[in-house]
């Protein structure tokens, strides 16, 4: 069974730090990239910050420079270092993992079931 195991999650102070870690496990295929996305109340589902296995990353223009996103392939683990968080950065963080399957043309992608970061005095 395929399952993506998200920690990390916490409530802290604006400017505090947080390092979220995912885990998957379970999937059978080469795993393309790792990421997160973020879901805050109201507010459409948002990519924070992804990376493929040869190393590339993006990030959402709001974390540009404060994020940063890790990766050890021989473990399929990702990490996201979250410094000088912001109240607006609160929001459930998912963890997410695609798949492409070239000769069938086939993209999968598998979700955490999310945790919580809250920002807040």
């Known amino acids: 069974q395929v399952q993506l195991e998200e920690s990390g999650g916490d409530s802290v102070q604006p400017g505090g730090s947080l390092r979220l870690s995912c885990a998957a496990s379970?999937?059978?295929?080469?795993?393309?990239?790792m990421g997160w996305y973020r879901q805050a109340p109201g507010k459409p589902r948002e990519l924070v910050a992804d990376i493929t296995s040869a190393g590339s990353t993006n990030y959402a223009d709001s974390v540009k420079g404060r994020f940063t996103i890790s990766r050890d392939n021989a473990k399929n683990t990702v990490d996201l270092q979250m410094n000088s968080l912001r109240s607006e950065d609160t929001a459930v963080y998912l963890c997410?993992?695609?798949?492409?399957?070239?000769?069938?043309?086939?993209?999968?992608?598998?979700w955490g079931q999310g945790t919580q970061v809250t920002v807040s005095s």
């Open positions: 997410n993992v695609v798949v492409i399957e070239p000769s069938i043309f086939g993209r999968y992608q598998y």
């Open positions: 379970g999937i059978r295929r080469s795993i393309y990239s």
